[in-house]
C-alpha cells in the first residue's frame, strides 16, 4: 500500500506569493493532519480532519492559512499570502480511529519563503 | 505549559553502545496514551510504540525497549546495541483524553548520532 503522499517535496516561493500544499492520504484512514515543523517551534499541529470535516483549527497561525479536505482522498493546506516566517517543513499525516495516536506521515514538503 | 519534555538536545554514542531517550510528560487525565516516533534523516516521522496510562508494562522490541513509570511521569526509550542506521531524531508523544479531542503533544525530540 502507498502511504501518505504530500507534494511537492520543496517549494521556494517569494513573499506575498500563494502557496498549495497537497496531500493524499491512506486509503481508509478516517482521519487527515497536517503539521508543521521548525527549529523553534518544533512539531505543531495545525489543524485536523475526521471524515473530511476540520474538526479543530485552533492551531492554523493566521488567517493567511487554509485548508481543505474536497474528499477522502485529498486535501490541501495552503497559504495565501505567504511569508518568510512560514518557512518550515509541513506535514501530513493520517490515521485511523480516534486516539490511536498512530499516525503515518508523509514525507514533508520544505516550504522556503524568500 | 510543556506538556512532553525531553531533556537531551543530542545525544552521540559509538556503535554498539546502548542510549536512553528520557521523557517526561504532564497530564491531569487519568486516562491517556504516550508514544514515541522515529525522524530519520530522510524526514519522515516513523511511529514506533503507544503505551496507555493503564498499561505499565516495559516493552521490548527487539533492540527497542521503553520503560513507563506512572510514579515519575516517565516514558524513557532504550536501543541497546545501537547502529549507524539509529541515528534519527526521537520524538515522545502524549494523547490526552479529557478533553475528547484527538492531539498528540509532541517534545522537542532528542537528536541521536551514533557514530561508526
Known amino acids: 500500500d502507498a502511504g501518505v503522499i504530500q507534494s511537492p517535496r520543496h517549494e521556494v516561493t517569494e513573499m506575498g506569493q500563494e502557496v498549495t500544499l497537497r496531500c493524499k492520504p491512506i486509503?481508509?484512514?478516517?482521519?487527515l493532519f497536517w503539521y508543521r515543523q521548525t527549529m523553534m517551534r518544533g512539531l505543531e499541529l495545525l489543524i485536523y480532519?475526521?471524515?473530511?470535516?476540520?474538526?479543530?483549527d485552533s492551531g492554523m497561525p493566521e488567517d493567511r492559512f487554509s485548508a481543505k479536505m474536497p474528499n477522502a482522498s485529498f486535501s490541501t493546506l495552503k497559504i495565501q499570502p505567504s511569508e518568510p516566517r512560514d518557512s518550515a517543513v509541513y506535514f501530513c499525516?493520517?490515521?485511523?480511529?480516534?486516539?490511536?495516536?498512530?499516525?503515518?506521515f508523509g514525507s514533508g514538503t520544505q516550504l522556503s519563503v524568500l | 505549559a510543556q506538556k512532553v519534555t525531553q531533556a537531551q538536545t543530542e545525544i552521540s554514542v559509538v556503535e554498539k553502545e546502548d542510549v536512553t531517550l528520557d521523557c517526561v510528560y504532564e497530564?491531569?487525565?487519568?486516562?491517556?496514551?504516550l508514544f514515541w516516533y522515529k525522524q530519520p534523516p530522510s524526514g519522515e516521522l516513523v511511529f514506533l510504540i503507544r503505551?496507555?496510562?493503564?498499561?505499565?508494562q516495559n516493552e521490548i522490541s527487539g533492540r527497542y525497549s521503553w520503560n513507563f513509570q506512572k510514579s515519575t511521569s516517565s516514558f524513557n526509550f532504550t536501543i541497546t546495541a545501537s547502529q549507524v542506521v539509529d541515528s534519527a531524531v526521537y520524538f515522545c508523544?502524549?494523547?490526552?483524553?479529557?478533553?475528547?479531542?484527538?492531539?498528540?503533544?509532541f517534545g522537542a525530540g532528542t537528536t541521536v548520532t551514533v557514530r561508526a
Open positions: 499525516a493520517s490515521s485511523l480511529g480516534a486516539f490511536d495516536g498512530k499516525l503515518f
Open positions: 486509503s481508509g484512514h478516517d482521519y
Open positions: 480532519f475526521n471524515n473530511n470535516v476540520p474538526i479543530d
Open positions: 497530564t491531569r487525565d487519568t486516562t491517556y496514551y
Open positions: 503505551r496507555n496510562s493503564f498499561d505499565e
Open positions: 508523544a502524549l494523547s490526552e483524553t479529557s478533553s475528547n479531542d484527538y492531539k498528540l503533544s
